[in-house]
């Protein structure tokens, strides 16, 4: 067993447990707000087209119906600044059309008008009233379809189209080992146990408060007050916690919007909480994909060319570009050639958005499978084909990685799951009846850092508040960055009070990108540099203090609840002194927002491998994941419960991908046929397996002051790969197209 570093911080339970479980924490909709009406959406049942007319004049009549919304009466919002113009701070749209600004269609399940009623049922019941005819055009629906208008787009973070060498030469050649197959996605949609949901509330005429379901309160700050014309800090939006995110809550979506008119149109506060059925066209969606890998290597197994091209969709007025091959192929093996293309179709199907690792999931999937193929072709072990391909440096970039451990994630899972027991003939490992099934793969997500600042309040009891407009989307984040404070504060774990998901708190970044933990935690070191400071510039004045009259740029905390001479250790004085001798109840500072140092010389990335068994009985053959073992390198682990428990729900999600999700459309009308968990699997208690999670590596302090690169994301990528060639060592049958349901299986008997 490889040595490993402590890079575990407590195992603390959540801070915000007991509230959740006894249903004191409060989500957005579940607000009280006085006079409060509600909002139900009329979608459109085509795919493609205009509006003809709209006859609300039963609508209105009906009981309780205080305003309806439509694009002949829906006040228009200033559109907000073009995407190429904005900052990280100046929120998200993935789709750039606000809702009922004019007669277009775009696809099949946009909204087309807002019934605002005195209660649900009644807004429900005249929504159902209202009678919209359309001109419709014969849409395009699939990828195929759409491929005359298809582009070639730019990334959102970084280049999506490489190349590097000439990959060409060794694809064509003869003297190597080759692969080339397709492999093909289908739509995945985020499902929540929280839906989405916006309360708007005008205070006044220009003055509107949200509680809105979203993981970038500041993000939805800034759209909406821009949208309106309106000062950023006369809108507020609160948001204490997030029942699930998934990258669906990230960008402002129209029912945002649409709440704000509806509150606007009918002067009373206006819920719109998202139903099941429309999460499946309001919120985003990952995007369906077909992915191409070929891979050219020596009969030893080095690589000598990869190439990764992907088709990816959005809507006509989307901009989400999924990044399938830069972020898996395009930094993962070492090899002299490879390139990645991207293309994108603009489709007549709900735009799509950001899903768990928007990239790398997708991306590792089709490459991992790849990888398994050609270690079969080369009748080589697949984690030794890993290791012959192993990438000090960034294969692209041609930096090295500020700590990869992925050497040990291979080794230290190996050797916990039993690898070496496996016997590499497909079909040769039975479990009585069943076939049983051994696969492996690597996973890998890159560190992101934003920007974000923090405001801390000490108190003469010795116990701290901190606060910054960050989310928690069930991942334990309140846990995470109290944790943080603690250390870095100097205070008590049990005396540090952690506040989020308010913009009246300095600036917090999305909770996207696995970032949080690492950029909140920064600007948490921070503000604790500068509270250690004020409290130094207190003792310094204060002739009863052992830091009299020394320099406050001598002066540090030296241990919890103390700061001391940096020159001297035997000078020291506790906060609480310092602030009772000064004769203050508290003292409080904030830091300033700050673009975050890029380290150029270096690529920041998180690494890990998954290994996974499975058993499927060949007469009935549903998969069972039986067993994973998963290692992960991601710097330090904050607190190690939490963090686990995001590898455990991200491979989770990544068997669901494998074996069962997927948004299927009607192929008429282009509306989603599975609208609800009854259609749409997802992984429940009994389709989830003993997952044994590791972490190896050290602290990345080259990354930032915390030495983590965040953990929400990586868990995916990687699973679905280990679980589909789990599946062709159990059965012999390779199957590339996603869910691998019981249908594409029925002929391994
Ligand atoms: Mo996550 S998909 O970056 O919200």
Known sequence: MAETVNILGPARNRVDGRLKVTGAAKYSVEFQVPNCAYGWTVESNVAKGKILSIDTKSAQAAPGVLAIVTHLNAPKPKEPAAKKHRGQ????????????????????????????????????????????????????????????????????????????????LPLKGTSLTKIEQIYTTPTETHNPIEMSGTIAAWDRDDKLTLYDATQFVKGVQSVIARAWNLPIENVRVICPFVGGAFGCKGAVWPHVFAAAMGAKAAGVPVKM??????????????????????????????????????????????????????????????????????????????????????????????????????????????????LTNYADNHPVKNVPFSAKHLKECYQVGAEKFGWAKRNPQPRSMRDGDLLGGWGMATKTYPAHKMEAAAKVMLRADGSATVQCAAHDLGTGAYTALTQIASEQLGVPFEKVKFELGDTDFPFGPVAGGSNTTGTVGT??????????????DLAVKDSESPLYNLSSNDIAMIAPGHIGSKIDNKKSDAYIDILRRAGRGSIEVQSELKEPEENKKMAFQSFGADFVEVKIDPLLPRVQVTRVVSVINCGRVVTFKPARNQIIGGINMGIGMALME????????????????????????????????????????????????????????????????????????????????????????
Do not use: W
């Not at 099949?108 to 005195?118: I, M, N, P, S």
């Open 273 to 386: 909480h998202v139903t099941r059925r429309n999460m499946f066209v309001g919120t985003g969606h990952r995007t369906p994909t077909t992915q191409t890998i070929a891979l050219a290597a020596t009969r030893d197994g080095k690589l000598r060319a990869m190439r990764h091209v992907s088709h990816i969709a959005t809507s006509p007025v989307g901009d989400h570009v999924e990044s399938c091959g830069a972020r898996s192929t395009g930094m993962m093996y070492e090899s002299p050639a490879i390139q990645v293309e991207e293309t994108l179709h603009k489709i007549n199907v709900a735009s799509t958005t950001f899903m768990r690792a928007p990239g790398e999931c997708p991306g590792t999937y089709a490459l991992e499978c790849a990888m398994d193929e050609l270690a079969y072709a080369l009748k080589m072990d697949p984690v030794q084909l890993r």
């Open 89 to 168: 701070t100046d929120g998200i749209r993935n789709e750039e059309r606000v809702p009922f600004s004019d007669d277009e269609i775009h696809y099949a399940g946009q909204y087309v008008a807002l019934v605002v009623a005195k209660t649900i049922e009644q807004a429900r019941y005249a929504a159902s009233l209202v009678k919209v005819s359309y001109a419709p055009e014969e849409p395009l629906l699939t990828m195929n379809a759409a491929k005359s208008s298809a582009t070639k787009p730019k990334g959102s973070f970084g280049p999506v189209q490489i190349k590097k060498g000439d990959v060409d």
């Open 523 to 536: 600007a948490i070191h921070e503000v604790a540099q500068l509270l250690h400071k004020a409290l130094a």
């Open 662 to 749: 997927a948004t299927e459309y009607d192929p008429q009308t282009g509306l989603p046929a599975t609208r609800n968990l009854a259609d749409y699997h997802v992984v429940t208690n009994a389709d989830a397996p003993v997952i044994d999670v590791t972490f190896v590596g050290e602290p990345d302090f080259a990354f930032n002051p915390i030495g983590c690169r965040g953990i929400g994301e990586i868990g995916i990528t990687g699973a679905a790969a280990a679980v589909a060639s789990a599946i062709y060592h159990a059965t012999g049958k390779r199957v590339r197209d996603l869910p691998i349901t019981p249908d594409k299986l029925m002929d391994i008997a």
